[in-house]
């Protein structure tokens, strides 16, 4: 996995500075990256690239995919605000194998129908799932990396998400070849996805940890401190899940409306994949001079760039500058947001991971079905992207005065 090759490398040149970086957090990173790549790359943004053949092959509208996305994003929001009780203490690592589990069962469901109806339901339990194997297994591989001071693991395991989609990039691609255009192609990626969902699993369950470091808080934790910052940056962060998701949702759709060519359309996903599994990576070494406000900022507004590109630019190069900006910044501004709210909020690092994502649910759950049905009605996804990316520039402009406190 490329995540995993990159902390290698990195292994490498912390022996040669005479450091170390452990076997059992190496196992914890690796635990962590496969485990988002099932979860979130397979597990929910394989349906960006699965969309347009599902669109053509079911068939269905823009508005029908946009209700099905907003769906996955309303369990994503149910299951993160019910991580954010105390209920799993102790009991962190079962939850997140079984959050992967019904990941793969949920990615084979989506085969067996073509009703909108319940698609939707499919992903609605998909996004609870995806949500549960987030919190959970952050809480764990996190906290290891914290506990040993080493932020190597934090950017392998969101480097996770970007690996996976990546692959599922591939994997549509070939599924694609090797049906020839049928319109089934689309069932035979649900499988596909089912497939290496079930395979990570057994990868996970022999590198995942039993539970979270033993120096991190255990039991229930004690309420988030709601102060002025503490607003900002959550309410920052929920519109970041609005500004994002149109693009993350449609970017492949874009590109087949635009009639931009089949390897374009594998292309623009692909790249975002690649880019976001090293974003963590590359965004590292400016966080110490800039300050983590600073690059959560300047991330947001690369984004805002990356989003415009994919309907500013020609329609040859859009989808794939629009990808790579866009890769290259979603994950980082996902990984540095939850690592600002630990700062703003360090008793309650659980709660806060839960009830960002909550907050960051919310915007995801709008995006689709305002970009969804604006399109049906203009044919183009032009001003939802627009829209996305003034929403972005107000998430920077809501967090600037937050800036300082964690800089």
């Given at each position: ?20 970086f ?13 485990a988002?790549?099932?979860?979130m790359?397979?597990?929910r ?8 053949g ?8 823009a ?14 929001l ?11 203490a102790?009991?962190?690592r ?14 084979a ?10 698609f ?13 194997a ?8 996190l ?45 035979a ?12 699993l ?6 995942l ?22 607003l ?13 998701v149109?693009t993350g949702?449609f ?13 374009v ?9 690649l ?14 001079p ?24 020609p ?16 994950l980082?501004?996902?990984a540095y ?17 839960a009830?960002m994502?909550a907050?960051?649910g919310?915007?995801?759950i ?14 183009s996804?032009?001003?939802p ?14 967090v600037?005065?937050?800036v300082?406190?964690?800089?």
């Amino acid at each position: 996995m490329i995540v995993a090759i990159i902390v290698q490398r990195d292994n490498q040149r912390m022996l040669a500075r005479n450091e170390t970086f452990p076997t059992d957090l190496f196992r914890t990173a690796l635990a962590g990256a496969i485990a988002m790549a099932a979860a979130m790359g397979f597990g929910r943004f394989s349906y960006t690239p699965i969309l347009p053949g599902m669109m053509s092959g079911v068939p269905l509208s823009a508005a029908d995919a946009g209700f099905i996305a907003s769906a996955n994003f309303v369990g994503y929001l149910v299951g993160a605000v019910l991580a954010a009780y105390g209920w799993a203490a102790g009991r962190e690592r079962k939850v997140a194998l079984l959050a992967l589990a019904t990941t793969a069962l949920l990615l084979a469901a989506m085969a067996m129908t073509s009703s909108v109806a319940i698609f939707a339901a499919i992903r609605f339990l998909a996004g609870v799932a995806s949500a549960f194997a987030l919190v959970f297994t952050s809480s764990i591989v996190l906290s290891h990396g914290a506990a040993a001071g080493n932020d190597h693991v934090q950017a392998a395991h969101f480097g996770g998400p970007g690996a996976g989609i990546a692959l599922s990039s591939v994997m549509v691609m070939l599924i694609g070849i090797a049906y020839h255009g049928s319109s089934d192609a689309w069932r035979a990626n649900w499988i596909g996805g089912a497939i290496y969902s079930a395979l990570s699993l057994l990868a996970v369950w022999y590198l995942l940890p039993s539970g979270p470091a033993s120096s991190a808080q255990t039991g229930k934790e004690p309420a988030i401190v709601w102060n002025r910052p503490m607003l900002l940056l959550t309410a920052s962060y929920g519109l970041f899940g609005f500004g994002y998701v149109i693009t993350g949702t449609f970017l492949v759709t874009i590109a087949r409306m635009d009639a931009a060519g089949q390897m374009v359309e594998f292309l623009c996903w692909f790249i975002a994949g690649l880019t976001a599994a090293v974003a963590l990576f590359a965004w590292k070494p400016l966080v110490r001079p800039l300050g983590l406000g600073n690059v959560y900022v300047a991330a947001l507004l690369v984004e805002t760039a990356g989003v415009l590109a994919t309907v500013l630019l020609p329609r040859s190069v859009a989808p794939l500058i629009g990808g790579a900006l866009f890769g290259a910044t979603f994950l980082a501004i996902t990984a540095y947001g939850l690592q600002i709210g630990r700062k703003l909020s360090p008793a309650s690092p659980r709660r806060t991971l839960a009830m960002m994502t909550a907050a960051f649910g919310v915007g995801q759950i709008v995006g689709p079905v305002v970009a969804g049905w604006i399109a049906e009605r203009t044919g183009s996804f032009t001003t939802p992207t627009y829209m996305a990316a003034v929403a972005l520039v107000v998430c920077a402009l809501l967090v600037l005065p937050v800036v300082k406190k964690v800089s």
